[in-house]
């Protein structure tokens, strides 16, 4: 039996290459799902853990509200046994002077290879506390070289504790030219470096979180018992660098990790139509072989070995499929990572994917195991029948009949248990995604097989109200809609075959649309300036043998205004305003300090032009604190409500402001300008109050440009950050991982298109005597190619209606669910993704009658009447 199933195979193989490709595909697409999930967790990760280089461990003071880290603390981490290298990168900013020329610069500490993230361009590295290695933007704002002096001036926070330890104004000496930073500061720029020795002398204390190189064989458990073991450090918490990479993605959705929730939907649901596309294809291609096994049984071959042999063919076939498609996986994911590091070269991406073994067994072991089940059901069709019978053609399933009663009651429980699980699945999903995300996946899965499983009853239905359209047409049209409701069962197989493809693509489609939607909200709420300079008013004054701080207040606001129109002359900068902020925030009915900033911009500015995220929001009035209701609701603001107090700044007198809670996501509190002003006016020194200028951009991309440019210009005892440059990143990983998505979805309708082909070759050859019959009675070569056409347009027309509605509602569902840790998540309908599906589905269906067409047009009307 098997060198007949081996005879069957040759003899079939172009039918089985058509299905081979199906199933080639199928696994194809979750191999290149598992692939491209490890290339997208593993680049954001590295993306936003940039600045901690190689580190193996990322450390956190454990109570940083009543800790502190000392550079002998870091000294002592270094120390430590397992410990090969520590350092805490910063950046750490001071203002860098030559002449009358002027910048605000970020340095970060020389360190192991291994914990670096800076290259040196030209030059050698620094070695002494007074050397300093500076990026080439600045050596050319200040118009320096290597073997020329800088001076520094601290400035800020950096103040503290400098007065005895620190020679401020001392020339440093510079000894190289810094590489462009990349991925690791695009807040901050591109930075200088300085020694251990050097950064200690000019600032009070390092900045948390420490990175840790640990020696080859020491683990986290043993790092974190010697480290605690020590008396003279502060207590710390450690984790892996992937595991900070999580927390801080989570950071952005309320604590969820949301990214690793969407793509194990994306891996779930690849699996989950991996396996109907195949079984669907396959089934087809048993379906044409029943009346072969119907012979076979007529010349004495037992059910065992008739059921033996379709398993064996269907094993084979899946088995070389599916290595085929992981394969061909493997190259076309390693192709879209070359191609997406050379458009992107700032972003972190993987040289070349990372397959384990999971990749390659998972989509075998579905392609195998699928393929093989799928044939089970033609197969006991075929074989639990009498030889005779089985030669006739199989009707379609009823109600009336048993087989057809099990159908619909399994679909039945099937749609309503997954309906169930959905519905379960967004009611748990804002309190914990992944119960939910759970939830949902089985609920998707259950309830769209059970759609599937019943489209034999509810899709012939559906496509006779097309067809009394599309019969008005004339009466090739006719004739095509005819045919093609004719057999419930070939239209439920064609149809769902492309319902599956368009369901998937609109599915993913609606979710990509609603994803973006909603991260760009929170990359909103999270960067709400593109660019930001903060001006400090005390400076180190060194006219005096002895150095001291010293308040420019006299000249603050002339400074201010004239780096202001400094700021608005650089290209790139859209808008630009005098804003201020403060951290010192507290509630008066029970003095908690609550641990949002607040913000005003100078009213001579509309706030909505500079601020993201603000739209809806009211123009801020005197004595009034606006918040939105996602914060205002949130258990970290202790559930605001309008009319509550609240005072900003940290003088007794600051003023004193009333909640307003208006609709919105924004994470601050907008006020006054006036009000902070004040608050400002009465600090008691601690600088709760900063001063800035704000601005957005024209186009965030190149936020790192202008960044360089606005350090450029500025003077004075400036900090300039670009939230905006970091907001890109995070937006080019959002689309990258979008754009490998979409072009996973262009498998599904290739799949589609053999789908269509293949089951109306099957309508062809069944209807060979009726198609002769009608060139017979007159229809012309040309009327019978164009009914063919119609018939497969009017195929994919109802593949495609229905599976857009269906891709809509689940699309919005698992939307809902993957983002249901977010207040309000964005549910998008994608007209335009719509208007494309539809067209590539029509003409995917156009384009599948080609062959048929052609097969029913060579045979003569005498010959195709006579009898087999």
Known sequence: MFRLTLFQMRQSLARLIAAGIAIALGTGFVAATLLASNAMTRFTYDAVTAGYGDADVVATLQKPESQSLTWQDLDGIAATQGVAAATAAGPYYFSLSSGSNERSQGVVPATADRLAIYKIASGTEPSTATEIAIPANAAESLGVGIGDTVTWQGFGEYNEGTDESGSAGTPLTITAIVA????????????????????????????PPVAIALDPGTTLDEASAALSASSSLPALALQTRDQAAKDTMAEFSDGQDVFTAFILAFAGLALIVAGLVISNTFQVLVAQRTRTLALLRCTGASKSQLRRSVLIEGGILGLASSLVGVVTAGGLVQLALIILRRIWPTVPIPAAISPTIWVVIVPVAVGIAVTVISCLVPARQATHVAPLAALRPIESPTVKRRGGLVRLIFAILLTVTGALLLIAGIAVSRSDVGVGLLAGVAGGALSFVGIVLGAVFWLPPAARLLAMIVGKMGPAARLAAANSIRNPRRIAATSTALLIGVTLVTTMSVGAASARATMKNTLDQAFPFDIAAAFYQETWSSGSSDGEFQSD????????????????????????????????VVRI??????????????????????????????????????????????????????????????????????????????????????????????????????????????????????????????????????????????????????????????????????????????SVLERRRENATLRAIGLSKKQLRGSLAVEGTFLAAVGAILGTLLGLAYGWIGSYIVLGSYSNPDLVVPWRDFGLVALVTLGAGLLAS????????KASPVAALAVD
Do not use: C
């Open 589 to 762: 009915d029970d003095s908690r300090e609550l641990n949002l900033p607040a913000i005003a911009v100078n009213p001579g500015s509309a706030a909505s032009e500079i601020i993201r995220g603000i739209d809806d929001a009211p123009t801020p009035r005197a004595g009034v604190a606006i918040i939105s209701s996602e914060v205002a609701g949130s258990a970290s603001s202790g559930n605001l409500r309008s009319g509550d107090r609240l005072r900003t700044g940290s003088a007794p007198a600051a003023p004193v402001l009333t909640v307003q809670v208006v609709p919105g996501h924004f994470q601050f509190i907008l006020t006054d300008y006036a009000d902070l002003e004040e608050a400002r006016s009465l600090d008691d020194g601690s600088d709760t109050v900063n001063t800035l200028v704000v601005a957005s951009l024209t186009d965030i991309d190149d936020a790192g440009n202008v960044l360089q440019d606005v350090q450029d210009v500025v003077t004075g005892s400036t900090w300039v950050q670009s939230p905006a440059a970091e907001r890109a990143m995070f937006d080019k990983v959002i689309n990258t991982v979008l754009a490998i998505i979409i072009g996973l979805l262009a498998v599904a309708v290739i799949i589609a298109l053999i789908g269509v082909a293949n089951t109306l070759s099957l």
């Open 850 to 857: 080609v062959v048929p067409a052609r097969s029913a047009l």
């Open 553 to 584: 207040a006299a000249d603050f606001t002339t400074r201010v205004s004239e780096n202001l129109e400094r700021i608005r002359k650089v290209e790139g900068v859209r808008s630009a305003a005098p804003a201020l902020s403060t951290e010192q």
């Open 180 to 207: 462009p930073s990349g991925a690791a500061f695009l807040n901050d720029g591109d930075v200088g470096v300085m020694t251990r020795d050097g950064l200690a002398q000019l600032t009070s204390a390092p900045t």
